[in-house]
């Protein structure tokens, strides 16, 4: 059984900074594609940034681009997500996702296998 387990949510005013985790367990941390995505009440989930299995390709969208940063450690089985000059806009729920097969980075909701359960991110004005 494969389990994603996100932390590092919490409340912020605008222009703070937080760093959210993602640990894997229950199998080898093989996956290839990592991602957040993000769902803010009455909207859909959509897409905040993706990593390859080395690290060596990102992608993120627009909005958080020069704010976000993800990042991973394999031998924490752990994917990362540091954001800086946080935005009202920001808040929402983030969800770790895991991709088996992927060898580049994925942006839909589809393309990945697993998923978090998701960790609260409040940015107060």
């Known amino acids: 059984q494969v389990q994603l387990v996100e932390s590092g949510g919490g409340l912020v005013q605008a222009g703070g900074s937080l760093r959210l985790s993602c640990v894997a367990s229950g199998r080898t941390f093989s996956f290839n594609a990592m991602g957040w995505f993000r769902q803010a009440p009455a909207k859909e989930r959509e897409f905040v940034a993706s990593i390859n299995w080395s690290g060596g390709s990102t992608v993120c969208t627009d909005s958080v681009k020069g704010r976000f940063t993800i990042s991973r450690d394999n031998a924490k089985n752990t994917v990362y997500l540091q954001m800086n000059s946080l935005k009202p806009e920001d808040t929402a729920i983030y969800y770790c996702?895991?991709?088996?097969?992927?060898?580049?980075?994925?942006?839909?909701?589809?393309?990945?296998?697993?998923w978090g359960q998701g960790t609260q991110v409040t940015v107060s004005s």
């Open positions: 996702a895991a991709d088996q097969e992927a060898m580049s980075p994925r942006t839909r909701v589809g393309e990945y296998d697993y």
